[in-house]
């Protein structure tokens, strides 16, 4: 690995552009997605990092458009839609299709979406339903399908104290 200065201009480690993105597994039990989304968007933010944020459907992208301008009274996740114009503008942009039009180094896969392509962004994030039978199974195919590929990936799970620990 080697070191790089991200926008914020803080020293991070970038692995070889060639070993593909950090893949993690989000594996939502005792959380909702929306309890957990809107702070992964804020570290990714912080990191300097625009993020895509892929759902299935068009009316999974206008639940969680609504829903991130109410999360918290707080703060503010600059966020949008295609609806809402300006996309490549959009540090947040949320969309069903494999779009990136703010050049995103993070890309997010919800509510079933899956990860198609994924060159070109230094991680991928899916988030999947563990009390879902049907998430749970296609997770699991996902996860096999880049291991396939020759990519490694990360599994994160909630333990009883709502603490993430990494599982495999």
């Not at 909702?32 to 990714?44: A, V």
């Not at 699991?140 to 990494?166: D, I, M, S, V």
Request: aromatic letters at 8%; one cysteine or more.
């Amino acid at each position: 690995m080697s070191t790089k200065t991200d926008k914020k201009g803080k020293l991070g480690k970038s692995k070889n552009p060639n070993s593909g993105p950090d893949i993690l597994f989000y594996h939502l039990e005792r959380a909702k997605l929306l309890d957990i989304l809107p702070s992964l968007l804020e570290k990714s933010l912080e990191r300097g990092w625009q993020a895509v944020v892929q759902a299935s459907t068009d009316k999974q992208v206008g639940e969680l458009n609504g829903a991130l301008w109410t999360q918290n009274e707080d703060s503010f996740l600059p966020h949008g839609a295609a609806d809402d114009g300006c996309c490549d503008q959009q540090p947040l942009y949320l969309t069903p299709t494999l779009d990136n039009p703010n050049s995103a180094a993070i890309r997010f896969f919800v509510g079933g979406a899956h990860p198609d392509d994924i060159k070109g962004y230094e991680r991928i994030v899916y988030l999947f339903d563990g009390n879902d039978g049907e998430a749970v199974s296609d997770a699991r195919k996902q996860w096999k399908r880049l291991a396939g590929e020759g990519l490694e990936a990360t599994y994160w799970k909630q333990n009883e104290r709502g603490r993430w620990e990494k599982k495999a």
